[in-house]
């Protein structure tokens, strides 16, 4: 990976896709700034519309609460797949680092094995891991308390 990188820093690819990304960028956001303006202009039409129909005063209101009222959809949602989101962050970096434990563990065993005492340096971690799973085992609550 870090040779790719560095290849396409010699090229000059990497330069040539910060340019791409940069116009893409200023494409979007134009596009972005005349799509605003266009429901701008769909929302006066459709408060001129709802005015002619209800009143100007009962146009505004109805208006004004359905904004609210999608504000509060938006945010219910965002704060549901939020915690969805960490929960399953908080569960991908302990996979992470039992990984990493791991591998750390089996590319160190050799050469603990080939000292004198490597046996008991590569029996501690083990001994230790075993014992906090046994803990988190024995500390979670148990769902039928809850009765």
Do not use: C
Not at 70 to 86: E, F, M, P, Q, S
Not at 100 to 122: D, E, I, N, R
Request: proline share 3%.
């Amino acid at each position: 990976m870090l040779v790719s990188l560095l290849a396409g820093l010699a090229t000059g690819e990497t330069i040539a896709a910060v340019r791409r990304m940069r116009r893409a960028v200023v494409a979007y956001l134009v596009a972005a700034l005349f799509a605003l303006i266009g429901l701008v202009f769909l929302l006066i039409a459709v408060t001129i519309w709802a005015s002619r129909r209800f009143g100007e005063i009962e146009a505004a209101v109805g208006i004004g609460l359905v904004f609210l009222v999608v504000a509060l959809i938006i945010y219910a949602v965002h704060r549901r797949t939020a915690r969805a989101r960490a929960g399953a962050a908080a569960r991908q970096r302990n996979r992470d680092l039992t990984n990493a434990a791991v591998a750390a563990g089996v590319a160190a065993a050799p050469g603990l094995l080939k000292k004198g005492s490597g046996f008991a340096l590569l029996a501690a971690p083990v001994v230790a891991a075993g014992a906090y799973v046994v803990y988190r085992l024995l500390s979670r609550p148990d769902p039928r308390d809850d009765f």
